[in-house]
C-alpha cells in the first residue's frame, strides 16, 4: 500500500516504551495548537489539542507539552503499541482573520517494533 | 454518524487532462478546507470555505486550481490543465466553527497521479 511520507524523519521504539515526538513551531502568537495521526491511506485523525494559556494536557495515553519560550511542542506516548504506528503532524493556528487555519508541520513517522 | 468522505479515492490522469475531486463533509459542519499533501511532506492549505462567506482562496497555487462549495455542503476541487507536480494526496475536511477552538476532521483523501 501508499505510504505517507517516505521521507520523513522517524522514530523507531520498542513495544512498551513511551515515545515523544517533537516539534518547533513558528509563530510565537499563535494561541492554538493540534496533534494529528496519520495512518497509512488515511486521513489525518484528531489526537489531542492544547491552547497557548496552558503548558501541559492529558488524554487517553498522550500528553502534549507546550513550552512558548522556545516555541517547542511534544508528543508524548505512554506504553506505546503498534498500532500507534503513524506519521505524526502538529498544527499551529496563528493569529489570523479568525478561522481556524492551521499550519501543519512536515510530520514525523513513528515506527514501533515488537 | 458518516465522517468527510471523498472520492474519487485514486484518479490517475494524462498532463494536460482535467479532474474533478469531491468532498462531502459531515453534516452540519459549516466550514470546510482542502489541503494537498506532496510524498514527504506535510499539509498544504488550498481553501477554506466558511458559511455563505466569500471563500479563503490564498492557498490555491495556481490559477489552475479553483473549488466550490454548493448549498453549503458538497465541495469540489477542480485543476485544470494538470501538471505532473500536481500529483499529490487531495484532502478534505469539515469543521462546526464555533470560534476559538474546533476540531478539523479530514477525509481519506484522492490520491492524484498525474502521468
Known amino acids: 500500500g501508499e505510504s505517507v511520507g517516505l521521507h520523513l524523519p522517524t522514530l523507531s521504539v520498542q513495544e512498551g516504551d513511551n515515545s515523544i515526538i517533537n516539534c518547533a513551531y513558528s509563530n510565537s502568537a499563535s494561541d492554538y495548537f493540534i496533534w494529528y495521526k496519520q495512518e497509512s491511506g488515511k486521513g489525518p485523525q484528531f489526537i489531542i489539542d492544547?491552547?497557548?494559556?496552558?503548558d501541559k494536557r492529558q488524554g487517553q495515553r498522550v500528553t502534549v507539552l507546550l513550552n512558548k519560550t522556545v516555541k517547542h511542542l511534544s508528543l508524548q506516548i505512554a506504553a506505546t503499541q503498534p498500532g500507534d504506528s503513524a506519521v505524526y503532524f502538529c498544527?499551529?493556528?496563528?493569529?489570523?482573520?479568525?478561522?481556524?487555519?492551521?499550519?501543519f508541520g512536515a510530520g514525523t513517522r513513528l515506527a514501533v517494533h515488537p | 454518524g458518516a465522517g468527510v468522505s471523498q472520492s474519487p479515492s485514486n484518479k490517475v490522469t494524462e498532463k494536460g487532462k482535467d479532474v474533478e475531486l469531491r468532498c462531502d463533509p459531515i453534516s452540519g459542519h459549516t466550514a470546510l478546507y482542502w489541503y494537498r499533501q506532496s510524498l514527504g511532506q506535510g499539509l498544504e492549505f488550498l481553501i477554506y470555505?466558511?458559511?455563505?462567506?466569500?471563500?479563503?482562496k490564498s492557498g490555491l497555487p495556481s490559477d489552475r486550481f479553483s473549488a466550490e462549495r454548493t448549498g453549503g455542503s458538497v465541495s469540489t476541487l477542480t485543476i485544470q490543465r494538470t501538471q505532473q507536480e500536481d500529483s499529490a494526496v487531495y484532502l478534505c475536511?469539515?469543521?462546526?466553527?464555533?470560534?476559538?477552538?474546533?476540531?478539523?476532521?479530514f477525509g481519506p483523501g484522492t490520491r492524484l497521479l498525474v502521468l
Open positions: 492544547i491552547r497557548s494559556n496552558m
Open positions: 498544527a499551529e493556528r496563528p493569529p489570523s482573520g479568525g478561522y481556524n487555519k492551521l499550519i
Open positions: 475536511a469539515s469543521s462546526l466553527y464555533q470560534g476559538l477552538v474546533e476540531t478539523q476532521y
Open positions: 470555505f466558511q458559511g455563505n462567506s466569500a471563500p479563503d
